[in-house]
Every structure is written in structure tokens, then in C-alpha cells.
């Protein structure tokens, strides 16, 4: 009998987790608010349901995967009051800790059992199962999971007791926000002085100052192209949010970090909320004067 998997929020990492759970030969359904996703799915052939309590009352496993912590709130409300039994909730979004141990609290006073599983990558990485994910919880249930999560990442890390998933990501997506600024501020400082920025990208890959991060987004810099977006700015204003919020609460000395948090802000006052993040590059080109045909 084929595993069933259940994801709630179709978007850019939900949509690529549950097509790769499809092509693992699991049972996938879906569901999210947004009609066009559902369609989009189900002209692949992979099921939606209706609503959140149908999808919670056909599956023993679910994924949710959303924008914001009004909707991972609803949605936890939406799954207790459900017919569903004794699920496991493999919470993904980017949240403060505040709203994933709440998320744990209305999930544990229905019966269910949520881990707080977040992921380290891009959509595009998504697409083609290229995550880590950092896996918080009971050891035993993530220790249940590990072949599900090998049919969407590459990596499965368990992290501890329910939280630290978020704390991991909170430190993974600090090093993004800084490599991305840096990869635009060399590719600003390379391109005013005359060099072919396709050339640049090429060049900075192949030395010490390569990165991840500048392997994935200097090319769409050089190309001057945002869109489609794998993350976009407006996603990374609620991310940046969440990561400054814990780093102020703990008092951890940041500058670095905090350095980047105006480059964010300036490009979303460009318009390119909805352009991936390497458009940053494009906020420090005009401030450093530089206008490309």
C-alpha cells in the first residue's frame, strides 16, 4: 500500500515538495486557497482537496508550507477541528518561535503530533529535491519521516527538541541575507568598473570568494532579469523580520546582518517585491549611479 502524504500551501516550496512526492510513487494531495495552484496540480495528475479539515481527515502525514503566521495559525485551527486522528504535522514555514510553539500547542490539544522541520534552499532548488531540512521534534517520529524527506531534499539533519528547527533556520537565513547583499555589492563594484558582469560571475566562481548564494544569484544579476522569482523580496522582508526580532530578543551583536536590512527595504521601495531577491543588485546600481541599456 503507497505511503499518503498530504501538503497544505502550494506555493514555490510547497508545489516543488509535493511533485517530488508524487514521483516517489507516495499517494500526494494538496490543497491551498489559491484555485489556479489546484488547477495547475490537478492538470499533473496529482490530487487537491476542498478544504484543510479534508485533506486532514485523508492523510496520516501532513506538510504545511505557508506564507505567513496568520495562515499557519488558521490552518492549525482548521486541522484540529477536523475529524483527523493522531496526524503528524511537519510544520516548514519560516515563523518566530512564538507562532511555531503555538502552532504545536493547538496541534497537541486535538491529538496531533507537529515537528518543526524548516528548509534551507531556493524554489529553484526545491524543484529539483536540492534542500536540507533541519528536523525538530520527537527523535523517533523524525527517525518515521526520513524516507519521506528523502523524496523532496538531499540532507536531513535533526536538530533536537521542537524549535531548534527554526533557530537553525534563523542562522542559515542570516548567512543568505548577508551573501546575497555581498554578491550584488561585488557585482556593483565589478560592473562600474568596466567589466562585463558576465564575465564577473564566471571569474568570482572559479576563486576563493565563490559562494552558494553567488553561484545561484549573480547570474540573474548579470542578466538584470528578477522574474519568475524563486524568492522574492517581498518574502525576504518577512524573513529578515523574523530573524532580526530573534536576534534582538537573545542579544546577539549582528552588524552585518543589520547592514543588509536597508538594501532589503530600498529594493522593495524600487517595486521589486515580487522580484527575486537577487534584485538588490539592481537597488545598489542605482545608488551607485550605474544605468544599463
Given at each position: 500500500?503507497?505511503?499518503?502524504?498530504?501538503?497544505?500551501?502550494?506555493?514555490?516550496?510547497?508545489?516543488?515538495?509535493?511533485?517530488?512526492?508524487?514521483?516517489?510513487?507516495?499517494?500526494?494531495?494538496?490543497?491551498?486557497?489559491?484555485?489556479?495552484?489546484?488547477?495547475?496540480?490537478?492538470?499533473?495528475?496529482?490530487?487537491?482537496?476542498?478544504?484543510?479539515?479534508?485533506?486532514?481527515?485523508?492523510?496520516?502525514?501532513?506538510?504545511?508550507?505557508?506564507?505567513?503566521?496568520?495562515?499557519?495559525?488558521?490552518?492549525?485551527?482548521?486541522?484540529?477541528?477536523?475529524?483527523?486522528?493522531?496526524?503528524?504535522?511537519?510544520?516548514?514555514?519560516?515563523?518566530?518561535?512564538?507562532?511555531?510553539?503555538?502552532?504545536?500547542?493547538?496541534?497537541?490539544?486535538?491529538?496531533?503530533?507537529?515537528?518543526?522541520?524548516?528548509?534551507?534552499?531556493?524554489?529553484?532548488?526545491?524543484?529539483?529535491?536540492?534542500?536540507?531540512?533541519?528536523?525538530?521534534?520527537?527523535?523517533?517520529?523524525?527517525?518515521?519521516?526520513?524516507?519521506?524527506?528523502?523524496?523532496?531534499?538531499?540532507?536531513?539533519?535533526?536538530?533536537?527538541?521542537?524549535?531548534?528547527?527554526?533557530?537553525?533556520?534563523?542562522?542559515?537565513?542570516?548567512?543568505?541575507?548577508?551573501?546575497?547583499?555581498?554578491?550584488?555589492?561585488?557585482?556593483?563594484?565589478?560592473?562600474?568598473?568596466?567589466?562585463?558582469?558576465?564575465?564577473?560571475?564566471?571569474?568570482?566562481?572559479?576563486?576563493?570568494?565563490?559562494?552558494?548564494?553567488?553561484?545561484?544569484r549573480a547570474p540573474l544579476m548579470a542578466d538584470n532579469k528578477y522574474l519568475p522569482a524563486q524568492s522574492t523580496i517581498a518574502m525576504w522582508q518577512k524573513d529578515l523580520s523574523?530573524?532580526?526580532?530573534?536576534?534582538?530578543?537573545?542579544?546577539?551583536?549582528?552588524?552585518?546582518?543589520?547592514?543588509?536590512?536597508?538594501?532589503?527595504?530600498?529594493?522593495?521601495?524600487?517595486?521589486?517585491?515580487?522580484?527575486?531577491?537577487?534584485?538588490?543588485?539592481?537597488?545598489?546600481?542605482?545608488?551607485?549611479?550605474?544605468?544599463?541599456?
Amino acid at each position: 500500500m503507497r505511503e499518503v502524504v498530504g501538503v497544505i500551501g502550494l506555493g514555490a516550496m510547497g508545489g516543488s515538495i509535493i511533485r517530488n512526492v508524487a514521483a516517489s510513487q507516495r499517494q500526494a494531495f494538496g490543497f491551498d486557497i489559491d484555485a489556479n495552484k489546484k488547477s495547475e496540480l490537478m492538470a499533473e495528475g496529482i490530487d487537491v482537496e476542498s478544504s484543510v479539515a479534508a485533506l486532514a481527515e485523508r492523510v496520516p502525514v501532513l506538510i504545511t508550507s505557508l506564507p505567513n503566521p496568520e495562515a499557519v495559525i488558521a490552518v492549525a485551527g482548521e486541522i484540529a477541528a477536523s475529524k483527523a486522528k493522531n496526524l503528524i504535522v511537519i510544520e516548514a514555514s519560516t515563523l518566530t518561535l512564538e507562532d511555531k510553539f503555538e502552532f504545536q500547542r493547538i496541534l497537541a490539544e486535538a491529538g496531533h503530533t507537529a515537528v518543526d522541520c524548516t528548509l534551507s534552499g531556493t524554489g529553484a532548488q526545491a524543484k529539483v529535491g536540492d534542500l536540507a531540512v533541519y528536523a525538530s521534534g520527537e527523535e523517533e517520529i523524525v527517525k518515521t519521516l526520513r524516507p519521506l524527506f528523502s523524496s523532496f531534499t538531499r540532507q536531513l539533519h535533526y536538530v533536537g527538541a521542537y524549535g531548534n528547527g527554526s533557530k537553525m533556520k534563523y542562522v542559515a537565513n542570516l548567512l543568505v541575507a548577508i551573501h546575497n547583499v555581498a554578491s550584488a555589492e561585488a557585482m556593483v563594484l565589478g560592473m562600474k568598473s568596466g567589466l562585463d558582469p558576465h564575465h564577473l560571475v564566471e571569474l568570482v566562481k572559479s576563486g576563493v570568494g565563490n559562494s552558494r548564494i553567488f553561484e545561484l544569484r549573480a547570474p540573474l544579476m548579470a542578466d538584470n532579469k528578477y522574474l519568475p522569482a524563486q524568492s522574492t523580496i517581498a518574502m525576504w522582508q518577512k524573513d529578515l523580520s523574523v530573524i532580526s526580532a530573534y536576534v534582538n530578543k537573545i542579544g546577539v551583536a549582528a552588524p552585518v546582518f543589520n547592514a543588509t536590512m536597508p538594501v532589503y527595504a530600498a529594493a522593495y521601495a524600487h517595486g521589486h517585491l515580487e522580484d527575486d531577491a537577487a534584485s538588490v543588485c539592481n537597488t545598489l546600481e542605482i545608488m551607485s549611479g550605474i544605468e544599463r541599456k
